[in-house]
Structures are given as structure tokens and as C-alpha cells.
């Protein structure tokens, strides 16, 4: 395109030189000459006969200007003058001619008036067909310059659709010869204050420039407006109000310019403007592009372009979350046609020793790329186990290079800071550390109610029907753990199990399915002999906000089950980790967080050696605990129980056995299910109708 602007160009400029001298040849000027004594020669026999005729009436032929055309006129010859026929009254008031002769003589005008409109008329088509010959000849005579300078760029360029524009270029320059033969003035302007030019028909607007292109395009469009994305036609004031364009304003869009390759795009950025969906959507199903106006309010344009349709071969790529693919596959019918590759980015990936170059790798170009401090060893070991921990388990690392990213940027303002110039591990833990600081206002806020007795926590003594469950606050990139109270009320009652939280409309739909999975393990484990006549209530206790997740249930039921048995809980213990109806401990998430949520504050009371938690097995290959953390629970500070079964996680938590069944199918006695299943019992008994009770009794004195 460049190289034919060029040419274009050139040839042009050549045609400016090429068609004046031309039209100053000796021959063209020989044939001009024939072609004006011709004309002349035509026009002498059609007026002579009627010049005669009138100079024998005392008339002459003159010419009189009307407007700015010049036209043939018949004037009285009065004392050897011609006089005009207006100033006929005026010779007769001065008594140069009488009234009579007047009008004898407007008689006479009147009659050859009509004779010399008939000649004129003959004249007009003489005039005609001479120009059309001197057209004719500036043609013919142009058209050897012109064709050879056209035929030269035709056998450069061969492309049919160029070759079609050079053929209506050469008829174009043949058609307006004037403009070459330098007879246009240059400068003359429109009536609305633009400079003509004459010559801006034949540039070149390239839209679109592929010389520097070495590969297919691949374009990231971080502003996708309907401007950006499909061009436009500009649009130049011109100070009143109106708005006028050629086709030198026609614009290209990112999806011209990645025609042929890929145009990268944010789904969300599509539906920022109208029309943006709509029209992207009407291209790839007809892989056609129609570059239009960009019609804005209150520009009110006198000019309007319909530039040729462009065929479009542009593989789209959307980026966006699972949510909006989700939508738009249901609600757009021609969404999966359109877009029929979906590629899932994980947020995580296993850590494996190829993975852990690869990671090393990626911090090194961020290094090099920001021009950071060089990075020891630890510093690199430290990144990649926070990697870990904001993965969430220890043989897997996140793929949000962006938090690692901000975390090695700070720890180099530290490293610079404490004149430094290697990045160290211990100033990755200050950038970690002061990064939470910064995130950490609410858990600040909650530590202080805690510590203030506020919000009440119990980490010492034992209590019936009480435990420290374990919650997780915060963001995406920073969340705290802390415990919540939780505690169990029953009563003689139908089975039910009430959560005051859910009966609140306080609780969500994960947190709902615990309650009710608790149910179903009682029944299961209680329920076989005969029905349960209890009613029993869950509360989080100083929580006034939405309760969501399973990972209380645990706590939940070793509450219930520490109140029906009377038997006291630790209070030094907190407990997450959910459960099937079968007694199975499961998985939670944010093991870290709410282990170092107790943590701390059993370090700010003291650690005694009795503080713990107790978590899912599963959850062990997750930990990736700070530093002090690791330390007390090797010096048996704190311990970290995980558990596979309830009974594993009540006998910690009240020391007591958990039971089994006997051969009778009944609990051992003196255990924690032994103790549920005898109060469980007496809250049937008394339920049971008094005609029951007194049938049961005679039965058991008759057979004594």
C-alpha cells in the first residue's frame, strides 16, 4: 500500500509536468489552429449576411454583458453612432431625432431582434460542437501521456480491484484535463471556508499498513469502543455548525488491523458502549466489515460515505470469567458458534521441580524487566512458598503472578530502603508482613474486641455445650482467621434441630445443608432403637452478619454432643472441619488462616501448653504456617490435632471415650454415645403417653 501511495503519488505530479507541455506541442497547436479558423470561418458566414442586411437600416451588431456572459446585441446607428435603445427618448427630448423616427427604429429592432435570436441560437450550437472538438482534441492529445504514466502503474500493480481503480482514474484525469493545464485556480475555496483541491481525488488513504508485519498480527485492545474497534469516517468542522468528511478520514479499527491474525479483547469492555456487541457479533457471522459514520449527537453532516465492505478473517479471543461465558452461552443463541474454543486458565498449579524452575524464571524476568535488585536463594525460596500459601496447599503454587509480583517490588523498596543492593527472605517476610498490615483493618478491629472481652472467647477452663469454632474474614488477596463462640441448647422436644443463624434468614445455602446433615447423622447414630424427642439449637454466638460454609458443622455437633452428655468441652481448643451424615470428617478451606487466627490470640493470653486446635486430616497436606507457629507447636506449645472421625475429635475435646456399640446394640456405658444415648431415652420416656408407662409397668411386675 505504501509502495503504491508512492507511485501514485509520483505519477500524478509527472501528469502535471507531462499534460501542459503536451498541450504545447507544435502539433496539438496546428490541429487547435485548424479547428479555431474553422469555427471562425462558420461564424463569419452566419453573421455576415445579417450584419449587411442591418447596415442598410443604419444598425450594427455589438455585444452587451448579461450577467457574466457576454451576448450578441443590435444598436440604431444615429449620426454615425451606435447609440443603445434605451437612449432613444433621451435623443428625442433633445430633438436629435423625432418621435417618429424613434419609432421607426424600435419597429426595426423588433424585427431583427427576432432574426438575430435565431442566428444566435445557430451560434450557441457552433460554439458547442467547436469545444466539443477542442475537448476532443485536449483529450486525444492528453490520453498518450496519460495512458502510458496509467498502463506503467497497471503493470506494477496487478491486482484486478487496483487495476479497476486505475482505469477510473485515467477516465477521471481525461474528464478534468483543466485542473493539469494549471487553468484551475489554486487557493479558491468553498462557500463554507474549504480549500479546493483539485488533485486530493487521486491520493491514496491507507487504512491499513502490513509493511512492517512479519508474522500474523496479534492486537490486544485494552479500549474496545466502537471507534476503536471498527473505525470510523472523521469529521471536520467547519465553524457553523455543519460536518463534512472525504474519503481521506476513513479510519481503521483493531479488528482491520488483526485481520488475518487475532484480536485480543475483555468481554466486559463490550458492553461499556452501545452497539459494540451487537456489531461484533453481525461481523464474525458475516465476516464482513462496513467501516460507517461515527454519528455522535448534534453533528449535523451534509456528507455521507458508504465506503466498499471489507472481507474479515479475525479470530476474536474473549477474555472474561466462567460467569460471563456461563451467561452468554444461555442467553446468546449464537454465542458458541461464534466462539467454539473455551480455554480454562487454573489458579493454581501442582509444584513439581520442572514448575519451581519455571516459577524462578518468571520472577527473573520480572527482575530484569523493572530493573529490581538481584534475588538471593532465600529471597526466591520465600516467594514461592507464599505462592503456596496464597495456593492454599503445600505441593501446589498460584498462577496470580500479580501478588508475587507486588510482593517482590516492596521487598526491593525494603531491600533499597536498608541499603541493600541482593533482595533477601527477610525482606520478602517485611513486604509480606507490611502488605497485611495495610490489608489488615478489620482483623485489627476484631482482635481488639476480642481482647477487650467484647466479643466473647473463652481459651481456658472447660464448658457444657460450648466451643471455639474458627471463621475466615477478609479479602481474595488477604484473609484472617478468628473464632467465634458457638454453642448448643436442648430440650425434650420432636428430633428437630433449629439453627437460630438460618432461622434469622442470617445464614446461607452451604451453611443450611450442615444443620441438616447433622440431623441425619443423629438419626443414623442415635435414632435406630427408638426416636429421637429432642429439640436442639446451634447459635453463633456476637455474630450479626451472613453465616455461609460448612466447616462449623464439627464444631456444631461436638457441642450437641458434649450437651446431651453433660460432659464439659476444653475450652483451649478450637475445631473446624465439616462432615457427612456417616460421622466422616471433610476438608475446609483457609486451614492457615484460622489456625494462625487462634494462634494468635492464644499467644497475646498466653500459651500453656494445653492451647490446639483441631482440623481434617486432609487439610494437613495444606498447611503452610508462619514461622512462629511452626516453632511452638516443635515445642509443644500448641498442638495441631487432625482427625479423621467425630469420636477422634469428642474424646480431645472432653477426654472421655468416644463408645462403641455392644452385642445388645447399645453404647458402652460411661462413654460420650453412652451418655447421649441414655439422656436421649429418658427424653422418650417422658414424652411417651401415660397409658404407656402404666402398661409397661404391669408387665414388668407380672413376669416378676
Not at 431625432?97 to 431583427?112: G, H, L, Q
Not at 445464614?507 to 432403637?529: D, H, M, P, R, W
Request: hydrophobic share 35%; proline share 3%; charged share 25%.
Amino acid at each position: 500500500a505504501k509502495e503504491f501511495k508512492n507511485e501514485m503519488c509520483s505519477s500524478i505530479e509527472l501528469l502535471k509536468k507531462k499534460i501542459p507541455q503536451t498541450l504545447e506541442s507544435k502539433n496539438y497547436q496546428t490541429e487547435k489552429t485548424k479547428i479555431v479558423s474553422d469555427f471562425t470561418s462558420q461564424q463569419q458566414k452566419l453573421m455576415q449576411p445579417f450584419q449587411e442586411k442591418i447596415k442598410k437600416n443604419n444598425f450594427t451588431l455589438g455585444q452587451i454583458q448579461d450577467g457574466q456572459t457576454p451576448r450578441p446585441e443590435i444598436f440604431p446607428v444615429i449620426k454615425n453612432k451606435p447609440v443603445p435603445l434605451f437612449k432613444l427618448d433621451e435623443l428625442v427630448q433633445k430633438k436629435e431625432i423625432t418621435k417618429e423616427d424613434a419609432e421607426t427604429i424600435v419597429k426595426k429592432y423588433s424585427t431583427f431582434q427576432q432574426s438575430l435570436q435565431s442566428i444566435y441560437k445557430k451560434s450557441l450550437k457552433l460554439s458547442q460542437k467547436f469545444q466539443s472538438k477542442l475537448d476532443e482534441l485536449e483529450k486525444n492529445t492528453a490520453m498518450v501521456v496519460v495512458k502510458g504514466v496509467i498502463d506503467n502503474l497497471k503493470d506494477t500493480f496487478t491486482d484486478k480491484k487496483v487495476t479497476n481503480y486505475l482505469k477510473d482514474v485515467e477516465e477521471n484525469i481525461l474528464d478534468n484535463l483543466q485542473a493539469f493545464k494549471g487553468v484551475a485556480t489554486e487557493g479558491v475555496t468553498t462557500p463554507e471556508g474549504f480549500i479546493i483541491d483539485y488533485f486530493k481525488d487521486y491520493e491514496v488513504n491507507i487504512i491499513l499498513d502490513n509493511t512492517n508485519t512479519q508474522s500474523c498480527p496479534v492486537i490486544i485492545e485494552t479500549s474496545p469502543s466502537y471507534v476503536n474497534l471498527f473505525g470510523s469516517i472523521e469529521k471536520v468542522n467547519d465553524g457553523r455548525g455543519g460536518w463534512y468528511s472525504d474519503f481521506s478520514k476513513i479510519k481503521s479499527g483493531s479488528i482491520l488491523r488483526a485481520n488475518g491474525g487475532y484480536l485480543v479483547l475483555n468481554v466486559t469492555h463490550l458492553f461499556e458502549e452501545p452497539n459494540v456487541w451487537q456489531t461484533l457479533k453481525r461481523i464474525l457471522t458475516y465476516r464482513v466489515l462496513q467501516i460507517r459514520d461515527d454519528n455522535r449527537p448534534f453533528q449535523i453532516s451534509t456528507s455521507s460515505l458508504q465506503p466498499e465492505p471489507i472481507s474479515i478473517d479475525t479470530k476474536i479471543i474473549l477474555i472474561g470469567s466462567s460467569h460471563i461465558y456461563s451467561l452468554l452461552s444461555n442467553y446468546e443463541d449464537d454465542f458458541k458458534k461464534m466462539f467454539k474454543i473455551i480455554a480454562d486458565f487454573d489458579h493454581e498449579i501442582r509444584r513439581t521441580d520442572d514448575v519451581l524452575i519455571e516459577y524462578a524464571r518468571v520472577i527473573k524476568k520480572l527482575i530484569k524487566e523493572e530493573g529490581l535488585n538481584e534475588f538471593d536463594k532465600s529471597a526466591i525460596a520465600k516467594l514461592v512458598e507464599l505462592s503456596a500459601r496464597y495456593a492454599g496447599q503445600q505441593n501446589k503454587l498460584t498462577t496470580r503472578f500479580s501478588y508475587i509480583a507486588d510482593v517482590a517490588r516492596e521487598a526491593n523498596f525494603w531491600a533499597n530502603d536498608d541499603g541493600f543492593k541482593i533482595v533477601s527472605a527477610a525482606h520478602i517476610e517485611k513486604a509480606y508482613n507490611f502488605a497485611k498490615e495495610r490489608h489488615g483493618l478489620s482483623e485489627s478491629k476484631v482482635t481488639d474486641m476480642i481482647n477487650e472481652n467484647v466479643i466473647l472467647i473463652d481459651t481456658d477452663g472447660q464448658r457444657v455445650g460450648q466451643i471455639n469454632g474458627l471463621a475466615v474474614y477478609g479479602s481474595d488477596f488477604y484473609s484472617f482467621g478468628k473464632p467465634s463462640r458457638i454453642t448448643a441448647s436442648v430440650s425434650i422436644g420432636s428430633g428437630n434441630i433449629i439453627n437460630v443463624d438460618r432461622e434469622a434468614g442470617m445464614a446461607g445455602n452451604t451453611y443450611k445443608k450442615g444443620v441438616l446433615i447433622i440431623s441425619g447423622y443423629f438419626k443414623e447414630t442415635f435414632g435406630q432403637k427408638f426416636p429421637l424427642s429432642f429439640n436442639a439449637n446451634f447459635v453463633f454466638e456476637q455474630s450479626y452478619g451472613g453465616v455461609d460454609g460448612d466447616s462449623a458443622s464439627c464444631a456444631e455437633i461436638f457441642t450437641l454432643l458434649s450437651t446431651l452428655s453433660d460432659l464439659p468441652l476444653k475450652q483451649s481448643f478450637a475445631v473446624t472441619g465439616s462432615l457427612n451424615q456417616k460421622g466422616d470428617v471433610q476438608p475446609i478451606g483457609g486451614v492457615n488462616e484460622k489456625i494462625e487466627g487462634f494462634f494468635d490470640l492464644c499467644k497475646h493470653r498466653g500459651l500453656n501448653k494445653k492451647h490446639g486446635v483441631i482440623i481434617p486430616i486432609q487439610n494437613v497436606k495444606d498447611l503452610m504456617l508462619k514461622d512462629e507457629v511452626v516453632e511452638a507447636v516443635k515445642n509443644k506449645l500448641f498442638h495441631i490435632h487432625a482427625i479423621e472421625r467425630i469420636e477422634e475429635g469428642i474424646e480431645i475435646l472432653t477426654g472421655v471415650k468416644a463408645g462403641k456399640l455392644n452385642s445388645k446394640g447399645n453404647y458402652e456405658a460411661n462413654t460420650v454415645f453412652g451418655l447421649v444415648e441414655k439422656k436421649l431415652k429418658n427424653f422418650h420416656l417422658k414424652t411417651r403417653p401415660q397409658k404407656d408407662k402404666k402398661s409397661k409397668t404391669e408387665k414388668s411386675k407380672k413376669k416378676k
